[in-house]
Structures are given as C-alpha cells and as structure tokens.
C-alpha cells in the first residue's frame, strides 16, 4: 500500500477518477435540476460568473437543461456504460485467450485468426453495422464496445499461458495429480492478473472516448438521454455563440480519459517486475 | 487609407461612365461587369447534369450555367426564360414559343431541337434522377424552329412548375454525355470553368448573356461548407459574400457582425412529420389527433426557433396554387389525454426517427416534442439515424412518425401530392391510401389553375382532418451576406441565384 502512495501517477489518476466517479453516483443529492426536462424560458444561459444565474453554476443548454445536471446524469451512464463494456471485454477476452492457450492447436489457430479479422475492421464501421441491424441501445452500444476490446486480454493471455504452463512449477503440479482447472485457478489466472489491470484500467479511457465518439455520430445513447458524447454533439452546432455547451462535456471527458490513462500508466510501472528498482 | 481609394474608385466610375457614352454601349457593359462573388452553400452539389438530382445546392449552381424554359420568381410567379410563352392547348397538350437569338456558350444556337433533345433525354433515360416526373410525357413535337408541342399521357397541370428545373442542353450533347458533362455548356449567365469535387466550383461571366447587362460580376465561385459555424466565420472573415442555410442561434451573432447583413423570406417549405400508418399507433385516427393536440406549435416557433418559422394554416405554404386557410391546429393537452383515456391507451410509445443532420435543431425540436408528449402520457423514442438508414427504415415502415420537411422546389404542390397521398407514391413511405384524394390529385392536375386551386383545398380539407403528418411550422430561409453585395434577393426556395447581383 505504502508503495502504491508513492506512486505520483496513481494516486493523481486515482483521485480524478474516484472524484468523478463519486460526483456521478451522487447526481440525485448533488443537483436538483432535471436532467432531461426542457425549460423553455432558460435556453442558453452562460455559467455562472459569465452573467448566468446562480441557479444553473455550469449554464444551460440548448432546451434551458442544467448543464451540470446533465454532466454528472450524463457522468453516470457513459461510465457505467464503459465499465460495464470493459468488463465483458475482458471477461471474454480472457477466457478466450486460456482456452486458446491451453487447447492450443486448430482452436488456437481459429481463435487468433479471428482476433486478426476483429482488428482488421474499424471499430465506427463495425459500429455502424451493428446498429443498422439490431438499433441502437446501451446493450447493442456495450455489445459493440466490448466486441472491440477482447482481442488485446485474449492475445495477452494466450501468451502468458503459453509461457507459464512450461514452467518448472507447473509442470510439477501436474505430475502431482493437479487437473487443467486447477492449474488455471491457482498458478496461471494469478500471474496473468498484472497485465490485465494495467490493460483494463487504460482500456477505460478508450471506452469512454469510444462510447462519447459513438453518440456523437448518432450510433450510441439517443437524446434525450444526458450523454457525454451526445452532449458535445449537441453543443458543436453552438460553439460561436454558447461555447460551453461543448466545451463542459469536453472536459469531462479529458478529464476521465486522463485519470485512467494516468491510473493504467502508474499501475503498469509498479507491476512491472523490469521496471522496478 | 479608405478615404482615398474610394474616391479614386469614385474618379474611375466616373469617367468610366463618360467614356462609355462616348464609346457606345458595348463599353459600358464592359464597365458595369467587374468583380468576383464566393458563394458559400451548405450542401455539396453532386453532379453537372441538370437532370440528373433534385439537390437545392445543384440547382444553384447549375442555374446560373443552364437556364430552363420557364423561371419563378420570388413571388411565386411564372415567368419567360428561354421559352417567350406557352399555353395549354387542351387538358394534354402544351405549346411553347421559344426566345430567338440565344446561343450556347460554345456558340450554338438554342431552338427547338435542343428542346426535343432534353425532355426526350430525361424521359427515356429513366436512371436520370428527374426522369420519374417526365414519364406522363408521350411525345414532343417540333412545330418549327422556335415553336414547340408537348403532348402528355394525362393532364399535366404543373409541367411549367417543374420545367423551371431543368436547364436546356445542346443537342449535340448526344451521344457523349460523359466528354459532354466534363466541360459543359449551356446557354446560362456564366460559363462552366472548374469543379473540384466537394470541394468549389468555379465560373466565369457569359458575355453574350441574352439578357442584357448581365451578369454583373467577372467571375462567380461556389464553395461547398456544410458546416454551418465554418460557414459563418468563412463570412465574418470576408472569405465569402453569402451564406445560406443560416440558423435562428446564429443570427444575432451575424447581425452584430459589422459589414455583414441578415435577410429572410417566408420559404416555400412546410414541415411535416408523418406517421406510419400502418402501424399501431399511426393506424388509429385517435392518436394522431392525441399528438397533435398535444404539440405547443407556438412554443416551438418561439422559443427554438426564435420566431423564424411560421404557423401553419394548411399543408400547402402561402402563395402556392392550393394554399388556403384553414385555421392553426389547437395545442390543448387535456383534451389529448382525455382521448387517449376514452382509447384505451395506458401507455404509448411512439418510434421518432429523424434523419441526422439534415434539418437544422431537428434533435433539439424533436426533444422538445418528446417532452409534450410525455405529459400526455406518451413516450417517445427519439431515433437518430443515418440518412440512408433512417429511409431503409422508412421504406421498411420502422417508425411511428418520421420527422421531415417538404420543400416546394417547382413552386407547385402536385409532387408533393402525388408522392404523399397517391397509393403508389406512399406505398414505400406511409402507405397512405385514400380513394377520395387519390381522384382529387388526378382532377388537379388540369392545367386550369382554377379547378386545380378548387381541388387541392378539398384534398387539404381531408388531410387537415384526418391528420395523416404533423405539420409543425412553415419555414423561413435565413441567409446572411457581404454589404458589398447589391441587388441580392433572399429566395425562398434556398437557392443561391446571382445573375443580377453586383459587388461593390
């Protein structure tokens, strides 16, 4: 613990995130706005400080919306929507890449070959096919997400496998009786662990840059729902006379972006043995 | 610095403007020509085939290189381009006398063969995107060189209307269409020089113009900004002299912009959200009346749209054959609810697709409409799609309203009739099918305009009651331009027509 606190990188990482994290969740306490109701008479007003009413601290939107209510309703569905996409990525991707691992052979073969077709397609194009066949929802949008992140824990899995099952000690937990299970559970899933933080905790900036990107094209949320992405599309047709429309939600996600980058970043320099004084 | 150019501008004209009595008219007309105007148009044009698109932006520019038979103007009136005058000479016959003395730009001289050439080629080549309207045509006769007959399958009313879209080709264009549409000419106020694809393109002033004194710039560049803010700062910049397309939020900004003015013109354009009526929701006459009272028009034009647009009275917008007034819709949300109430209906929800980015605060509009309908107990599902999915949708009937616009391009409402409220038109759109309007449409389409106006305000009495779309507001073009520019007429058909504009 005492090692991760002297990590400059995690813990300002860390602190953006939980602080963004938190804001989110307490959306119902921390603002009385409703996020989605229009208000006519309101539109547009600029922050507070900039002329605009105490009432609304980061102004108002286009339909007379509370900015700020939106950011953190908005907060909380793109990075529910993230996490959840990181999780399912790497839940498949890693039990892809044992498999492959372990099986080795044509389900190897199969495997990889399909990662390479996955990486071949843009993840917008593929994006698009998708919604053009099944419409656009959260679940298609995570489905999407994640479909565009199990390629990078299977192949990282596969190779730590592949190195670990010839080691000494697994070998000799194998000559003492232990089954493909627990070999698995106890000697190689632990060992795969580091790389697979590092990969999730950067992989969650993606996404949330990923899922903002997708509804700005119109491929992911749908208004009226709050969305980062949607909100930053909304506001660009603005940007010469309400700058802030686009420019909150900008932030918001330069900010997450940075936290998780900064967090995957610190975490990857304390995990890795080499880089290690 | 500005004081003294413009005095010696002042100077020149001045004895530029002897000299040019001295010399003869030839010479002043070479004085009064001089400058160069940038457009800058909000869509990108997508070929040089007068045929071949129904584009706003194609049209704008290729006006000004082909010139049709007929023109409109602003105030919805036919007027003589290059045919003189034209009459119907029975329920199905049309007979145009054509302007003598007009060249092409290459010199050839325009008569009736050219005409033969462009309404047989747009009629037999049915890939041509404007092909579908000339198919009533049955044959096109050449009296003599200046006088032409047109003979139609069924009465064709508004055949005039829609000849002012279609420029004139040379009839040695034959043949080699594509070497022809590479450089092409027509008998227009500029010449073709340069397209850059999606990106501008270039003309240059016809000096042999039948119209006298005109054109009165040198050269007349069309760039192609979809974005509207790029747009905006290309005009605060003084890059260009004319925008189009310009939006309600933007017009304060423009207004307060020094050397830029902003002009608008009641369009010749109602929206119209039409429901699928095949669905559920849109087969039931209760629901749509539902909907509709539960829509505060007034709010909409006010406070999203700033007052730019207007109330609607009838689907057809003032100073159309047809136009009448029928009253505004109500916006009463009790009675709403109770008709949902009296339905049956728990809960609705209604399927909204738009079509992304192609009608300006369409999302913010659509928003607004979802939160009035909530508070009648209907939820909406806005769907912003893809242009192109967002029509597979449509033609698949995947919605329950489509949010869309109608823009009177011809200055006659006979397509939007004929392609709306006939079983074959709607039959891929909102499978609208009424034998009453359907015989309606086909008795307008007389070329007596009194008989048409009679028709088209009972066809509009029908749909004012049945409710089949939703017919939000009228629209207001909105342009802003240079204070250079002189003479320059806000349409309201959202072309970008220059031939009489000077810049100083």
Redesign the interface.
């Known amino acids: 613990m005492s090692r991760l606190l002297r990590q400059p990188m995690i813990v300002a990482g860390g602190v953006l995130l939980v602080a963004v994290i938190v804001a989110s969740a307490a959306a119902p306490w921390l603002v009385a706005a409703d996020p989605?109701?229009?208000v006519?008479?309101q539109?547009?007003q600029p922050p507070r400080g900039l002329g605009g009413a105490a009432g609304h601290p980061l102004g108002t939107d286009?339909?007379g919306r509370d900015i700020l209510a939106r950011l953190l309703y908005g907060g909380r569905i793109s990075l529910v929507l993230a996490a959840s996409a990181v999780a399912l990525a790497a839940g498949a991707g890693v039990v892809i890449g044992l498999a492959a691992g372990l099986v080795g052979g044509r389900l190897d073969a199969l495997v990889m070959r399909l990662a390479d077709v996955q990486l071949a397609f843009p993840v917008i194009m593929l994006a698009?096919a998708i919604?053009?066949v099944v419409?656009?929802s959260p679940a298609a949008l995570v489905s999407v997400l994640a479909l565009s992140g199990w390629v990078l824990y299977a192949r990282t899995v596969r190779a730590a496998v592949l190195t670990i099952r010839r080691l000494d000690y697994v070998e000799a937990a194998r000559t003492l009786g232990a089954g493909d299970l627990r070999v698995v559970a106890v000697h190689i899933l632990p060992n795969t662990l580091a790389p697979i933080l590092v990969l999730g905790s950067s992989q969650f900036a993606t996404m949330v840059l990923l899922e903002s990107g997708l509804s700005f094209l119109?491929l992911g949320l749908?208004?009226?729902q709050p969305s980062w992405g949607l909100m930053l599309a909304?506001g660009?047709?603005?940007?010469?006379?309400?700058w802030w429309l686009a420019t909150v939600p900008g932030i918001a996600i330069s900010l997450v972006v940075l936290g998780a980058n900064l967090l995957g970043d610190g975490l990857r320099d304390l995990l890795d043995p080499r880089l290690r004084q | 610095m500005e004081k003294p150019r413009l005095s010696r501008r002042r100077f020149l004209l001045g004895s530029g403007a002897v000299l040019g009595v001295a010399a003869g008219p030839r010479a002043a007309r070479a004085q009064a020509r001089r400058g160069h105007i940038i457009a800058g148009l909000s869509e990108r044009m997508l070929t040089l085939d007068p045929a071949n698109h129904y584009s706003i932006s194609s049209t704008s520019v290729l006006r000004h290189v082909y010139d049709p038979l007929l023109d409109v103007t602003n105030d919805d009136k036919f007027v003589p381009a290059l045919a003189e005058s034209w009459k119907p000479v029975n329920n199905t016959t049309w007979r145009f006398t054509l302007r003598k003395g007009v060249r092409f730009h290459d010199g050839t001289p325009f008569t009736a063969d050219s005409v033969l050439f462009t309404l047989k080629r747009v009629r037999d080549n049915t890939k041509l995107i404007k092909s579908f309207v000339y198919q009533d045509l049955e044959d096109v006769r050449k009296d003599d060189d200046y006088t032409v007959t047109v003979t139609t399958k069924r009465p064709f009313g508004s055949l005039p209307a829609h000849l002012t879209m279609l420029g004139m080709l040379p009839p040695g264009a034959a043949g080699n269409e594509d070497a022809f549409f590479g450089k092409p000419v027509g008998t227009g106020p500029f010449r073709f020089v340069s397209w850059t694809h999606g990106d501008h393109v270039d003309l240059e002033a016809n000096a042999k113009y039948w119209k006298p004194a005109l054109p009165k710039v040198e050269k007349l560049t069309v760039r192609f900004i979809p974005e509207?803010?790029t747009r905006?700062?290309a005009l605060r910049a003084a890059e260009i002299h004319v925008i189009d397309r310009v939006?309600p939020?933007?017009v304060?900004?423009l207004r307060a912009t020094p050397g830029i003015k902003v002009l608008d013109t009641p369009a010749v354009e109602a929206q119209r959200w039409h429901f699928q009526l095949a669905r559920e929701a849109g087969k039931d006459p209760r629901i749509r009346k539902a909907v509709s009272l539960a829509i505060d028009r007034n709010?909409i034009i006010k406070?999203?749209l700033l007052g730019y647009a207007r109330p609607v009275v009838s689907p057809i917008p003032p100073g159309l054959i047809g136009h009448t007034n029928l009253g505004q819709k109500p916006y009463d949300p009790d009675k709403a609810r109770a008709i949902l109430k009296q339905a049956g209906y728990q809960t609705l929800t209604l399927d909204f697709v738009l079509m992304?980015d192609l009608y300006p605060?369409q999302?913010?509009i659509?928003?607004?409409v979802?939160?009035m309908l909530s508070e009648v107990g209907i939820k909406v599902?806005?769907?912003?799609?893809?242009i192109a999915?967002a029509r597979?949708q449509r033609t698949a009937g995947n919605y329950d309203l489509f949010f869309s616009g109608w823009a009177h391009m011809p200055h006659d409402p006979d397509w939007y009739f004929g392609q709306w409220f006939t079983r074959a038109g709607a039959e891929k759109l909102t499978r609208f099918s009424d034998p009453r309007v359907e015989q309606l449409i086909a008795e307008g389409r007389v070329p007596d305009p009194k008989v048409r106006q009679q028709k088209y305000e009972e066809i509009e009495k029908i749909l004012w009651e049945e409710e089949p779309e939703i017919w939000p507001y009228y629209s207001v073009a909105i342009y802003a331009i240079s204070d250079k520019l002189r003479n320059f007429e806000a349409r309201r058909d959202y072309y970008v027509l220059l031939h009489e504009v000077g810049i100083a």
Request: glycine residues 6%; proline residues 5%.
């Open positions: 989605i109701k229009p006519f008479g539109r547009l286009n339909l698009i919604v053009a419409g656009t119109g749908q208004p009226p909304e660009r047709d603005y940007l010469s006379n309400a | 509207l803010s905006a700062a939006w939020d933007m304060s900004t709010t406070e999203l992304k605060k999302l913010e659509a928003q607004a979802a939160a599902s806005i769907r912003n799609l893809e999915t597979e």
